[in-house]
């Protein structure tokens, strides 16, 4: 589970000696790795530069495209369609007074490899393209990451077949250098204090801050003439009713004196997704639900006991990915986390409450299904979540020196996890431009869950490809 921020302070050292520390330089991906992700920049076939702008009054400001949304999908489309198409005026309107402020903000930090993924999904494939343009992105913008690994653990013979299963599915998306380590020793030649059967090491798996990654997306857009508005909550999306508008696209904002108009918009909502596309006249489904992470946190003079990410084998039996062992920029080590269901969309503490949006999700048949088909799952996530020592004594499997003095409550996230009808999770990324009389002005991103933020790159590269077909912004004028 992604759930989801830091500057550098000096490493121990032992991570020093066993984590890749990058800010500048060559990332060592591959032999042929360039520095700083590429887009062909569009001429304005025209010639003709926007006028959005110009149209500005103190009612009304003006724009050809609008991002909702400012997390890291929302800001990596806003930059990408702007170095690709410099010549539209565009925007990122953010309902909170800072960017990346939820799921972007609020995560285990994790750079995926894309080992998990159905082959040919799009998490597969966005991801592993994704892997390399976030390093090709923090080194050439002085990002700093931690290229530290991560090991997936069997620690039980039922868990053997799994592996074998994941290490194939691994090498059916063309994940860099992932390799089966066949015995203990190998393990812990890797993870001295790690225990198990066997292994997939994963070398190119690494750590970010992905706030700050999603920040200094926000500072290149603004850099190439984008604007990020804070504090600006979309309340309604209509038709201006204008004859002959070249701006037929009316924005409502909450605490606001004016309106925006815009020629296109672009969602990227995150837990608000399926709210925001309904806006629009959107369909209702998938339905987003939920589901906060509670982490533990390992005591800084134990932070050697683990040198990268350590993660179980995922059961297919139930939702999520397991507790496991994730490092931090800043040199701490999370553990966990667990998944309950959040009483609030946004609420990351444990009696954060909202009747409505609880109403909403309890009232929602998808959910309801999904618990009955994981009660066991469900009642063991809640234990865990208040009895600490049922969570350490999960990853003493792992790390058997592990000791419940060593851990304390740390930091929880939440996930927008994205139901379908029948109670099953959607698991690919999904996009739509809804069904409304402003489908054809619109874009989606209704389910983006981890690995989305390594992903963003590459989301946002085919959602600029998708809104240049479907807004025809070639022809632009």
Known sequence: MALRGHQIRLLSKTAKLHCLLRVNGVNNFSSNTHVGPSAAVEKNPTGKISKASQKDTENY??????????????????????????????????KEDKLAAHQSGNNSG?????????PG??????????????????????????KCGKLIVATQPDELPRLANLHERGLKNDVPDLKLIENEEGIREIEPNCRGLKALHSPHTGIVD????????????????GKIFLNHE?????????????????????????KIRTRYVIT??????????????????PKIVPFRGEYLLLKKEKSDLVRGNIYPVPDPKFPF???????????????????????????????????????????????????FKNVSYAFG????????????????????????????????????????????????????????????????????PSPAATSSLAIARMVTDRASTLFDWKSYQ
């Open 234 to 258: 979309v309340t309604g999306f209509r038709e201006s009713g204008m004859t002959d508008d070249d701006f037929p696209v009316e924005i409502s904002l909450k605490s606001q004196p004016y």
């Open 61 to 94: 400001k003006y724009f050809d495209c609008v991002y909702v949304g400012g997390g890291i999908v929302g800001l990596a489309s806003a930059y990408t369609a702007m170095r690709k198409f410099p010549f539209l005026e565009s925007c990122v309107l953010e």
């Open 381 to 448: 996530e809640l234990y865990r979540g208040v009895f600490i020592s049922a969570q350490v004594k999960q990853l003493q499997r792992f790390v058997p020196e592990l000791q419940l003095s060593d851990v304390t409550k740390g930091p929880a996230g939440v996930r927008a996890q994205a139901l379908a009808p029948d109670g099953s999770l959607v698991d690919d990324f999904v996009f739509d431009s809804g069904t409304g009389s402003l489908s054809s002005r619109m874009l989606h991103v209704r389910n983006a």
């Open 110 to 118: 994790v750079i995926h490899a894309g080992i998990y993924y159905v």
């Open 121 to 146: 999904s799009l998490k597969a494939k966005l991801c592993v393209e994704g892997l390399r343009l976030a390093y090709e992105y923090c080194d050439a913008n002085n990002v700093p990451y931690k």
């Open 268 to 285: 990227c909502t995150g837990l608000q997704s399926d709210k925001v596309a309904a806006l629009s006249g959107g369909t209702p489904h």
């Open 321 to 371: 990915l397991g507790v496991h062992f994730t490092p931090r920029m800043n040199g701490d080590v999370w553990l966990g986390p667990n998944a309950v269901l959040a009483f609030k969309r946004e609420g990351y503490k444990l009696f954060d409450f909202s009747l409505k949006e609880f109403s909403e999700a309890a009232a929602y048949s998808g959910l309801r299904k999904l618990v």
């Open 210 to 225: 992905w706030a700050e990654v999603s920040r200094s997306y926000g500072k290149n857009f603004e850099k190439s003439g």
